[in-house]
């Protein structure tokens, strides 16, 4: 069976969740809108942002490429189906135009508009400014670590046609000052807000400010870990977090950053609703060997990691979990498929979970970040991640304590161990969030080095390996004099990409 490539139109990510008729309660040129509630603009950039993210415009692509994913090569009922396909490095234009129009376009205008809607209400509407910014923050996150050098302090900007593109790492301080901003901005005590009464315009946290601050300061950690390979000087402002305390950001499953979906047509998650129109409801993607050589290692682990049959689908046949060989055929009866109950109708997008915190956490102490090496603590803290991401996904709690407690407090023998150890986790932990996953594994090691150690698949190109977006061919890039002139290819690193 062929790949399927396809596209979301604006009309179904407005119709994707509930209550669609409010969605669509704008003036008719939304990224220009001037007498419009801010609430309808940041729900319309909600949907399309989340609905990018679980796509085949972005979470297909680079899941294939960045080998989270796999395609199943020949496999009649895998996404490659005898085609050419991402996990090969064959990229279609529309996955690359429709991923930086529905980041810059959908998404970022239309919660810069609203930031400024917000601002100059009267009385001013602090909370709702400060909650566009911080998803304003997240997006131009995927936007750089997408594609890497691009428009950030001229965007957006109505009287500049052709804004410069920045560079990576003036874009990653921006995502840290709009934090920044937001953390000033909001205001616990107003009733002014996005999501107030349960009005459900706030499709994360439903109006709940103390979360939205402390989402707010987990992105920024983000950021600093992003950066801080190639710019040391961020070590002491991840030490400046720590400083202050680390019960203020993300510091519970209740905090999680993510939006559901429904199981009602035209509202699930595409993940699920692509192998229900295309592949007679089978899941088009198998397991890589890179994900269960960690999960399901030889020798086998004391206590199997309770995860695999949430992830995977195993083959009766099988006796272990064996992910496909980067742009290999998928075998039926050997190789495990994603999940039906990973890819679920009502699966949320997820953007920030409390595992990913505590695994971010576990890596300043173990890397000595702005603070001390602590290997004892980065060690308890890699267990608690553990536990949480077992919960996450469904484990029940005695296994999930099973399994993070074969790791006892002291666990790692040296500091190279523990950050291999880390670093691996949380690839494993983000393997279906598509680019999440794809920028933890580039942040994990400098080239040759990162974790897990990944080779050019078969079938593709000959090297370097994948590590960006193209520029999509756009009249806004093209025309553009202040975009780059040359291409920049594929398998060409970003800055923070050492």
């Given at each position: 069976?062929?790949?399927?490539?396809y596209?979301f139109?604006?009309?179904?990510?407005?119709?994707?969740?509930?209550?669609?008729k409010?969605?669509?309660?704008?003036?008719?040129?939304?990224?220009?809108?001037?007498a419009?509630?801010?609430?309808?603009?940041?729900?319309?950039?909600?949907v399309?942002?989340?609905?990018?993210?679980?796509?085949?415009?972005?979470?297909?692509p680079?899941?294939?490429?960045?080998?989270?994913?796999?395609?199943?090569?020949?496999?009649?009922?895998?996404?490659?189906?005898g085609?050419?396909?991402?996990?090969t490095?064959?990229?279609?234009?529309?996955?690359?135009?429709?991923?930086w129009?529905?980041?810059?376009?959908?998404?970022?205008?239309?919660?810069?508009?609203?930031?400024?809607?917000?601002?100059?209400?009267?009385?001013v509407n602090?909370?709702?400014?400060?909650q566009?910014?911080?998803?304003?923050?997240?997006?131009?996150y995927?936007?750089?670590?997408?594609?890497?050098?691009?428009?950030?302090?001229e965007?957006?900007?109505p009287?500049?046609?052709?804004?410069?593109?920045?560079?990576q790492?003036t874009?990653?301080?921006?995502?840290?000052?709009?934090?920044?901003?937001?953390?000033?901005?909001?205001?616990?005590?107003?009733?002014?807000?996005?999501?107030?009464?349960?009005?459900?315009?706030?499709l994360?946290?439903?109006?709940?400010?103390a979360?939205?601050?402390?989402?707010?300061?987990?992105?920024?950690?983000?950021s600093?870990?992003t950066?801080?390979?190639?710019?040391?000087?961020?070590?002491?402002?991840?030490?400046?977090?720590f400083?202050?305390?680390?019960?203020?950001l993300?510091?519970?499953?209740?905090?999680?950053?993510?939006?559901?979906y429904?199981?009602?047509?035209?509202?699930?998650?595409?993940?699920?609703?692509?192998?229900?129109?295309?592949?007679?409801?089978?899941?088009?993607?198998?397991a890589?060997?890179?994900?269960?050589?960690?999960?399901?290692?030889?020798?086998a682990?004391?206590v199997?990691?309770?995860?695999?049959?949430?992830?995977?689908d195993?083959p009766?046949?099988?006796?272990?979990?064996?992910?496909?060989?980067p742009?290999?055929?998928?075998?039926?009866a050997?190789?495990?498929?994603?999940?039906?109950?990973?890819?679920?109708?009502?699966?949320?997008?997820v953007?920030?979970?409390?595992?990913?915190?505590l695994?971010?956490?576990?890596?300043?102490?173990?890397r000595?970040?702005?603070?001390?090496v602590?290997?004892?603590?980065?060690?308890?803290?890699?267990?608690?991640?553990?536990?949480?991401s077992?919960?996450?996904?469904?484990v029940?709690?005695?296994?999930?304590?099973?399994?993070?407690?074969?790791?006892?407090?002291?666990?790692?023998?040296?500091?190279a161990?523990?950050?291999r150890?880390?670093?691996?986790?949380?690839?494993?932990?983000?393997?279906?969030?598509?680019l999440d996953?794809?920028?933890?594994?580039?942040?994990?090691g400098?080239?040759?080095?990162?974790?897990?150690?990944?080779?050019?698949?078969?079938?593709?190109?000959?090297?370097?390996?994948?590590?960006?977006?193209?520029?999509p061919?756009?009249?806004?890039?093209?025309?553009?004099?202040?975009?780059?002139?040359?291409?920049?290819?594929?398998?060409?690193?970003?800055?923070?990409d050492?």
């Open positions: 069976m062929k790949k399927i490539i596209t139109s604006v009309l179904t990510l407005l119709l994707t969740l509930s209550s669609c409010k969605y669509l309660d704008i003036n008719k040129s939304p990224n220009t809108a001037t419009v509630d801010p609430k309808l603009l940041f729900s319309y950039a909600s399309a942002y989340i609905n990018l993210r679980s796509s085949g415009d972005l979470y297909i680079v899941g294939l490429a960045s080998q989270s994913l796999g395609g199943g090569g020949n496999n009649p009922t895998g996404w490659s189906g085609d050419p396909s991402a996990d490095y064959t990229f279609s234009a529309n996955f690359l135009n429709n991923t129009v529905s980041l810059y376009v959908r998404a970022g205008a239309n919660l810069k508009q609203a930031i400024k809607l917000s601002e100059a209400a009267s009385p602090n909370n709702a400014a400060a566009c910014k911080v998803l304003l923050a997240m997006v131009v995927d936007i750089t670590t997408t594609f890497g050098d691009v428009p950030f302090t965007a957006w900007n009287d500049i046609i052709y804004p410069k593109f920045d560079d790492k874009v990653l301080e921006g995502t840290i000052s709009i934090l920044d901003e937001a953390l000033a901005q909001f205001d616990e005590a107003s009733p002014l807000k996005i999501g107030a009464n349960a009005d459900g315009y706030d994360f946290y439903k109006g709940d400010i979360k939205w601050k402390k989402l707010a300061k987990s992105l920024k950690l983000r600093l870990l950066m801080v390979d190639k710019d040391p000087t961020k070590a002491a402002a991840v030490g400046a977090i400083s202050a305390g680390t019960t203020s993300v510091s519970s499953a209740a905090d999680n950053a993510l939006i559901a429904q199981d009602i047509a035209n509202k699930r998650n595409p993940k699920y609703a692509i192998g229900l129109q295309y592949n007679n409801g089978n899941n088009f993607f198998f890589t060997k890179p994900v269960t050589d960690i999960m399901d290692p030889t020798p682990l004391a199997a990691d309770p995860r695999l049959p949430k992830f995977f195993k009766a046949t099988a006796t272990k979990y064996v992910g496909v060989v742009g290999d055929d998928g075998v039926d050997l190789n495990p498929r994603i999940a039906k109950s990973l890819h679920s109708p009502t699966a949320p997008e953007m920030f979970t409390y595992q990913e915190q695994f971010n956490e576990a890596e300043v102490y173990a000595g970040l702005g603070v001390a602590d290997l004892a603590k980065a060690s308890q803290l890699y267990k608690n991640a553990l536990q949480a077992c919960l996450f996904f469904g029940d709690a005695t296994s999930s304590t099973n399994f993070s407690n074969q790791y006892p407090v002291g666990v790692f023998s040296s500091q161990e523990a950050i150890a880390i670093h691996a986790q949380q690839w494993v932990d983000k393997m279906d969030r598509g996953a794809f920028t933890q594994w580039r942040r994990s400098v080239d040759g080095s990162e974790v897990p150690v990944l080779t050019l698949p078969l079938g593709a190109p000959a090297g370097p390996i994948f590590r960006r977006y193209e520029y061919i756009l009249n806004e890039i093209s025309r553009n004099p202040n975009a780059p002139k040359t291409t920049i290819k594929y398998n060409e690193k970003m800055w923070f050492l």
